[in-house]
């Protein structure tokens, strides 16, 4: 690729991130570089489409009302930008950094993903394989109802897609995409998926919801590497609340940081008294997981 080509943000799939670039998700100003690769086999059906090349940056979902409400584009993130595109500047404070910026366009990340405004100097165009191709690779069985309206798709790195359709059933299908192979998994009510910069690799986080029974439910976040497809660096848990004893119900309520070196779980466990509400017993717990080699490991 040209120096033109860089910096013109002409790119092929998965040339759309080099982690190299990134010290830190933190620093919203340090941009992705691009590199190359070949395009995807002929069998691949791609489409131009705009990807976040940046940690987290802004979107607004209104451009004309007063205290305009953000909702973020993430790094990696994959949308279809539509026909507005307005003239609108945006200065103000975003997750505790000043920043500015001017020019947007409007963008979707399905058919059933509500549309905002993002920043052109947050987004590159590329080609990347269309919604309606990877819900083709999906089993019969397993592929969701309308999945290619609700298809959300991530760039995670150099030759990497991501794809899944947010839902509550028991079992969602996943999709990566690595250099031109398709491969599937599942994992229980999948809500948000995003990518993420952890000591300078690329690492897919997904939250999923469990349920044992109806006393008994969790949520997790799975950390997967880009390579080999979908193998995963370990499991970090965020939410149980277990009610099966009838007198006391033991609760893990949990938050997760991620920081440029560590993923920082923050919460409190306690066993309540089912009649009373009264705590019978908490203690807050602090860990901080980091990459050894492959796997993530309590520090």
């Given at each position: 690729m040209t120096r033109a080509e860089q910096q013109s943000g002409g790119v092929r799939l998965g040339a759309v991130i080099a982690l190299a670039a990134l010290a830190s998700l933190a620093a919203l100003s340090a941009l992705s570089a691009l590199g190359c690769r070949k395009k995807p086999p002929l069998a691949v059906v791609t489409e131009k489409a705009l990807v976040v090349k940046v940690a987290r940056a802004p979107g607004i979902v209104e451009l004309d009302k007063e205290g305009t409400s953000i909702r973020p584009v993430s790094w990696g993130e994959v949308y279809q930008a539509r026909d507005r595109k307005p003239t609108f500047r945006w200065n103000g404070m975003f997750e505790g950094h000043p920043l500015q910026r001017d020019g947007v366009v409007e963008v979707?990340?399905?058919?059933?993903?509500?549309?905002?405004?993002?920043?052109?100097?947050?987004?590159?165009?590329?080609?990347?394989?269309?919604?309606?191709?990877?819900?083709?690779q999906l089993p019969a069985a397993s592929a969701p109802a309308r999945c290619a309206d609700r298809l959300l798709r991530l760039v995670v790195s150099d030759g990497v897609l991501f794809a899944y359709a947010p839902t509550w059933r028991s079992e969602t299908p996943l999709i990566e995409l690595v250099d031109g192979a398709v491969h599937t998994a599942s994992l229980p009510a999948i809500s948000e998926v995003r990518v993420i910069a952890l000591a300078g690799r690329a690492i897919t986080l997904v939250t999923t919801h469990w349920w044992?029974?109806?006393?008994?439910?969790?949520?997790?976040?799975?950390?997967?590497?880009?390579?080999?497809?979908?193998?995963r660096a370990g499991e970090l848990h965020l939410e149980e609340i277990d009610g099966r004893d009838g007198a006391r119900a033991t609760y893990w309520l949990g938050a997760l940081e991620v920081e440029a070196d560590a993923l920082h779980v923050q919460g409190r466990?306690?066993?309540?008294?089912?009649?009373?509400?009264?705590?019978l017993s908490g203690a807050l717990v602090d860990e901080r997981w980091q990459l050894d080699g492959e796997r993530l490991v309590k520090r």
């Open positions: 979707t990340r399905s058919a059933e993903d509500a549309s905002r405004f993002a920043f052109t100097p947050d987004l590159l165009e590329g080609d990347v394989p269309t919604r309606a191709w990877l819900c083709a044992r029974d109806a006393a008994w439910t969790g949520t997790d976040v799975v950390a997967f590497l880009p390579r080999p497809a979908l193998q466990r306690s066993v309540r008294d089912r009649r009373t509400d009264v705590e």
